[in-house]
């Protein structure tokens, strides 16, 4: 079965430090990977997809299909940025997204 | 367009009522997903629609769920006889198609008391 793992609940930094979260998947096959961010009181929103290889709000996220692995990296973190993300997982038949537990972030002053 | 809007925002109920949920999409959105969210977890898919035709249905959605998109826009999700751990965030999501981006509306958040 498809699976989308984030190990870290919580990960905490200080402003202006690197920042790394974590995601695994299990698929065989090309998979379609998002990240999404639910920032407090707001809806979960598209951070950005693998196809599209941008950078939004300074952050990236390289697919690694050797360790099946999609972190997403900032290299300076913001306050504005502490939130929740998760990790997901898209079937480009049907669009539905497998989503991770989610890592809350939280940057301090 | 002010996105995908959900109603009502909250939702509590005792045990064994009914209840109905209902999600506007974004005008011209072609596909319609709902997820269900619990506390510490991520969304988990239930069901999607295509136009009106629901194409898929996850086993997470047992024979008390049932969801309709009637016209292929607005769709409502109903849960019959609510149980306790029915109790969570019940989100839609839209998107032209099954690439596109979907965008999530505000969910609703159920109480089976």
């Known amino acids: 079965a498809q699976r989308v793992t984030q190990p870290e609940k919580l990960l905490s930094v200080f402003k202006g430090a690197p920042v790394e979260l974590k995601c695994n998947y299990s698929?065989?096959?090309?998979?379609?990977l998002f990240w999404y961010v639910q920032y407090s009181r707001q809806r979960l929103q598209l951070l950005l997809r693998?196809?599209s290889r941008e950078s939004i709000k300074g952050f990236t996220a390289d697919l690694n299909k050797g360790e099946t692995s999609f972190h997403l990296k900032k290299p300076f973190a913001q306050e504005e940025d502490s939130a929740m993300y998760y990790c997901?997982?898209?079937?480009?038949?049907?669009?539905?997204?497998?989503f991770g537990q989610g890592t809350t972030l939280q940057v301090k002053p | 367009d002010t996105g995908v809007s959900q109603d009502p925002r909250h939702k509590i109920t005792k045990r064994g009522q009914n209840v109905t949920f209902r999600c506007d999409p974004i005008?011209?959105?072609?596909?319609l997903y709902w997820y269900r969210q619990t506390l510490g977890q991520g969304p988990e898919f239930l069901t999607y629609?295509?136009?009106?035709?629901?194409?898929?249905k996850s086993r997470l959605l047992s024979d008390r769920f049932s969801a309709e998109r009637p016209k292929g826009s607005f769709s409502t999700l109903e849960i019959q006889r609510t149980e306790q751990g029915d109790s969570a965030m019940y989100l839609c999501?839209?998107?032209?198609?099954?690439?596109?981006?979907?965008?999530f509306g505000p969910g609703t958040r159920l109480t089976v008391l």
């Open positions: 999501a839209s998107s032209l198609t099954a690439t596109d981006t979907q965008y």
């Open positions: 698929y065989s096959g090309s998979p379609e």
């Open positions: 693998h196809i």
């Open positions: 997901a997982h898209g079937s480009s038949n049907t669009g539905k997204l497998i």
């Open positions: 005008s011209e959105h072609n596909r």
């Open positions: 629609f295509q136009n009106e035709a629901q194409l898929e």
